[in-house]
């Protein structure tokens, strides 16, 4: 459903107005820029289809343009945006609603922070039901990437089988839109090369990936749409799970979305390939049903509603794969899902229950092993919604849930749910300006039908974690604080399994077993370098006997330094220190990374060169191994005004690996084509 609510955000006319959270930007001082909202044309308000603009700071490095995402109304609309002349812009094809409406630009850095780069309210204008082309805005928008790489090896040694020296690889994704007043239609599909058929996704050289057309109408009073190919519903339930899957659907419901109902008829796995091309071409190998949701109390709005699911159908339970496979199993389930807010949406109430038959192939079973149900009920609580306490803001989420499912519960539709569980979770997290934490303890027992021949087994994890990010004015020009830019983590967590009920003529072994972790880590920027280090000790405990108790410690230390705009340096060591108490052994093993990235010609000519080390030694000895590897990379033609995601590339790469046993070298030669400075991922879970 993301990629659909993304596409109608799309359609934003908005005027823009900064709010507090651009103030309150994370991340180190070199890092404190932000993005600027461009002004409306007629300087009030935008009009019903006028581009929305996000200007980029021209210093911002290229790697930190690709970590880059857009939120409105706390929706990722980043797969929509365009990039050109250091901006970002999304082209409206249909209207928000009028009012309000909260547009927010964020990084994801490697580590997983999230840093706010620019927030603004937007003042939708005129009237949304209606998407008038504009003279100024083109009604149809066609964009493509393509990325193909040939290679060609010219010397190996001591590998064995090897792939052919020749290959070449590579895929291209391509999307439209056309918009004409209340219609509005959306395509895009990827292809797949690679002339190795061994290495191809679907055993061709040659082959479709992943494709979704779609068709909607947006009335005064009802809205409809007709989608084809790959999609993933907004459905996530026991009964069927959300990835993306080939197939047909069509929805139609309220403008107002307070009642709408969705029918659909897909492959039961994920597939790819031109093979079934549309998903309907197999009724044997076919999933068919229906989803509504409905919100039954005017007086409560959005905040309560209630989501019917039913499905029947056979083929594969296999899960991801390539279509085709003999047909197996058959099953038919349907669910219903409540949720509730209250208090202004601090407290949020969600029940869920599914009934689901399952017949696994020639198989027989009793009825009750055919049927199974599964129901949970949650709980969360959120006191604090970025509330200024002490300065800071403060967020706080209290949550707990029961979830029971059943042991013989199956639904072809989610293969991937795990049954035979009851469980307890209960857990809670903070955020405190700099400071963040996150705690859960987890009980949860298996053989929930209470079979007299399994046995039964209680599972109890406990998980912490916290993160110190103090947000720290940059020093003056040519000082740096002995701390720098510095941070703090924590992550504990034990999980233990344990015997509880033990059948009288049981012969397997007994249970009793424990997990732990502990890291403690560390670091700080200065600048144009920075460091982080992190010790951890594990462990693993059985009170049986019945395998060896161990305990490891791993230390961790990295740092990065950009000797000027053109080079940077990066280097780090893993030390781990492994012991089996029972066999009375001891394994340490060092690894050592060692990365030069530089710019010999501003924007035409770069270099890589990368070295590892890796040493084991103690009880277990096995040959010490060494990769060097690197790249040089020739922009012969740079992106061009008029062709913005376009260059083409000369790469040269070569890799050299060295063993006890073992001397190789290889070396490849490759030029990229049509290379885009923001290449779409060819193939993810639920759009493409």
């Known amino acids: 459903m993301l990629a659909f609510v993304g596409f109608i955000l799309l359609g934003a006319t908005a005027f823009g107005q900064e709010t507090d959270d651009t103030q309150k930007l994370d991340g180190t001082a070199q890092d404190q820029w932000t993005a600027t909202l461009a002004p409306a044309k007629n300087g009030d308000s935008y009009g019903p289809l006028e581009e929305i603009v996000i200007r980029i700071p021209d210093d911002v490095p290229f790697e930190i343009l690709l970590r880059l995402g857009l939120e409105v109304d706390a929706i990722d609309v980043t797969p929509l945006l365009a990039f050109e002349d250091q901006s970002f812009t999304y082209r409206p094809q249909q209207a928000l609603e009028p009012g309000e409406h909260e547009l927010r630009m964020i990084e994801l850095t490697p580590d997983g922070e999230i840093i706010a780069r620019g927030s603004w309210v937007l003042f939708v204008s005129g009237d949304a039901g209606i998407a008038d082309v504009s003279p100024d805005v083109d009604p149809f928008s066609l964009s493509a990437t393509n990325s193909v790489e040939f290679s060609q090896r010219l010397d190996d040694k001591g590998f ?80 069927m799970s959300n990835y993306s899957r080939r197939g047909l659907s069509a929805s139609l419901g309220s403008a107002d979305e307070m009642i709408a109902v969705t029918g659909f008829s897909f492959l039961p796995e994920s597939t790819v390939g031109s093979e079934n091309i549309t998903g309907l071409g197999d009724s044997d190998n076919r999933l068919m049903g229906f989803q509504a949701t409905a919100h039954p109390v005017p007086a409560w709005g959005q905040d309560f509603s209630v989501t019917g699911i039913y499905y029947n159908g056979q083929g594969s339970n296999g899960g991801f794969g390539i279509g085709g496979d003999t047909i197996v199993n058959e099953g038919d389930g349907w ?34 092993e055919a049927q199974g149900d599964a129901w949970s009920f949650a709980a969360a609580y959120t006191p604090f919604q970025s509330e200024e306490i002490g300065g800071e803001y403060l967020s706080v989420t209290i949550g707990a849930q029961y979830e029971r499912v059943d042991t013989f519960f199956n639904s072809l539709a989610n293969s991937s749910l ?14 405190w300006g700099s400071v963040s934490a996150n705690a859960q303890a987890l009980y949860q027992t298996n053989n929930v039908d209470d079979l007299e021949e399994l046995p039964t087994e209680r599972l109890s994890s406990y998980q912490f974690s916290a993160n110190y990010y103090p947000t720290i004015a940059p020093p003056a020009e040519g000082e740096t604080d002995w ?51 992190s010790e951890t000790f594990s462990g693993f405990l059985d009170r049986t006997n019945q395998s060896s108790d161990s305990t490891n410690y ?33 394994t340490n093993s060092i690894n050592l990374n060692l990365g030069l990235q ?11 060169l990368n070295y590892n080390l890796n040493l084991l030694t103690g009880d277990g000895d096995t040959p010490d191994n060494t990769i060097a590897n690197g790249e040089i990379v020739w922009t012969i033609l740079p992106p061009l005004r008029t062709m913005s995601g376009s260059r083409l590339r000369f790469r040269v790469l070569w890799r050299i690996e060295m063993a006890t046993v073992t001397k190789a070298s290889t070396v490849r030669i490759g ?11 060819l193939a993810t879970d639920g759009e493409i």
Not at 214 to 221: C, P, S, V
Request: aromatic letters at 12%.
């Open 160 to 239: 064995s089988n090897q792939p052919a020296r020749g290959q070449v690889s590579g895929g291209g994704y391509a999307d439209t839109a056309y918009s004409a007043g209340r219609w509005s239609v959306t395509g895009n599909a990827n292809y797949l090369l690679e002339t190795q058929k061994a290495r191809s996704s679907t055993g061709r050289r040659f082959d479709l990936g992943e494709y979704n057309f779609n068709t909607r109408f947006d009335g005064e009073d009802i809205f409809g749409q007709v989608a084809l190919g790959h999609q993933s519903l907004d459905i996530d339930n026991y009964i």
């Open 335 to 368: 669910g219903v899902t409540v949720e509730h807010f209250l208090f202004e949406r601090s407290l949020q109430l969600t029940g869920q229950y599914a009934r689901s038959n399952f017949e696994q192939g020639d198989v027989v079973v009793g009825e009750d």
């Open 418 to 431: 795990a049954a035979d569980r009851e469980s307890v979770l209960l857990y809670s997290d903070i955020n």
């Open 483 to 533: 701390f720098g830019q510095p941070f703090l983590n924590l992550n504990a967590g034990t999980a233990g399994n344990k015997r509880i009920k033990t059948p009288e003529a049981y012969l397997g072994t007994d249970t009793d077993n424990q997990n732990y972790s502990v890291t403690l880590g560390g670091g700080s920027s200065y600048g144009a370098w920075g460091w982080q280090l």
């Open 554 to 586: 791993m230390t961790d230390v990295s740092a990065n330094w950009a000797i000027s705009d053109a080079v940077q340096v990066n280097g780090g060591v893993q030390w781990s220190r492994f012991k089996d108490k029972m066999f009375d052994t001891r």
């Open 598 to 608: 530089a710019e010999i010609i501003p924007e035409t000519l770069n270099t890589a």
């Open 671 to 681: 030029r990229l084509s049509d290379f885009c400075e923001f290449p779409r991922p």
